[in-house]
Nanobody, 116 residues
Framework: QVQVVESGGGLVQPGGSLRLSCAAS????????MRWYRQAPGKQRELVAH???????NYADSVRGRFTISMDNAKNTVYLQMDSLKPEDTAVYYC??????????WGQGTQVTVSS
């Protein structure tokens, strides 16, 4: 079984920064990609950023240029550096870990609130 634990959420003012972390542990055999999603109240969960084990990244248009995803393969950990935060970035942020054979695991989520 794989455990996925996010951390780093909180309350920040508009224009501020936060860094989210997501660590995977347990039955890790071959991580192929790690992703950050978010879900705001009353909205569907959306993909924010994606990184492959080879380091290829992709971002939602709404966060490109403000958010940076990175991964430490040795620690099975993915980070999301969020800069120039806006109130519309307020959401629960979820980490998803994908392993070979399309085996996936979600984390429990971490709340990010951008408000003055």
């Amino acid at each position: 079984q794989v455990q996925v634990v996010e951390s780093g959420g909180g309350l920040v003012q508009p224009g501020g920064s936060l860094r989210l972390s997501c660590a995977a542990s347990g039955s890790i055999f071959s991580i192929t990609a790690m992703r950050w999603y978010r879900q705001a109240p009353g909205k569907q969960r959306e993909l924010v950023a994606h990184i492959t084990s080879g380091g290829r990244t992709n971002y939602a248009d709404s966060v490109r240029g403000r958010f940076t995803i990175s991964m430490d393969n040795a620690k099975n950990t993915v980070y999301l550096q969020m800069d120039s935060l806006k109130p519309e970035d307020t959401a629960v942020y979820y980490c998803h870990v994908n392993q070979a054979g399309n085996v996936g695991q979600w984390g429990q989520g971490t709340q990010v609130t951008v408000s003055s």
